[in-house]
């Protein structure tokens, strides 16, 4: 799978993909998956994000985050927030659309060391060969009320201003992502 080249080359770290009995999944959705469990990872680069859709849209408890600029200042913001990030474990569920996955992840807060474990069940939906939406429900759950979901768009907005993202595959090689 290529990337476009102003993008930068398409590297993915997480290869070893554990699927749960009688899951099968097809290369690209490999791809798709090794990508995802990059990005958790806190290892962004330009080429995996280049696997979203433009208008795609990120949530979590903490964030809504719609279209490009706001979805990849959540996953480079990753690297500004945490000093280590581990991935305790993962299974793919399901190879419908959504890919459905269990992800276990340790982050430890930079400068105050407070440390967090995170079961996550994240539904990867798909439009032709790119991500349209990732959801990452914490302990299978986003919230929900008016007042969650105001501070969830308020963030999305918020961090793209404060963290910024790679404009050319330069600047993100220079940053140490691939």
């Known amino acids: 799978m290529s990337a476009d080249n102003s993008r930068g080359e398409l590297k993915i770290e997480n290869t070893n993909i554990n699927t749960a009995p009688g899951v099968e999944l097809s290369d690209h959705q490999r791809t798709i998956v090794g990508s995802v469990l990059d990005l958790f990872a806190g290892r962004p680069s330009l080429p995996k994000l280049g696997l979203w859709k433009d208008d795609a849209q990120f949530t979590d408890p903490l964030t809504i985050a719609k279209g490009r600029a706001q979805y990849e200042a959540q996953f480079y913001g990753l690297q500004t927030a945490f000093s280590e990030i ?3 474990g993962h299974e793919v569920k399901d190879a419908g659309n959504p890919i459905k996955m269990d992800l276990d992840t340790r982050y430890v807060v930079k400068g105050i060391g407070k ?3 995170i079961h996550s069940l994240i539904e990867i ?3 032709g060969d790119k991500i349209s939406s990732l959801a990452d ?3 299978g ?6 007042i969650a979901q105001a501070f969830r768009r308020l963030n999305a907005v918020s961090v793209p201003k404060m963290v910024g ?3 050319n595959a330069q600047e993100d090689r220079e940053r140490g992502n691939q």
């Open 86 to 88: 581990e991935r305790l």
């Open 115 to 117: 440390e967090q474990k």
């Open 125 to 127: 939906h798909m439009e």
């Open 137 to 139: 429900k914490w302990d």
């Open 141 to 146: 759950k986003l919230p929900e009320g008016s």
């Open 165 to 167: 993202v790679p404009k």
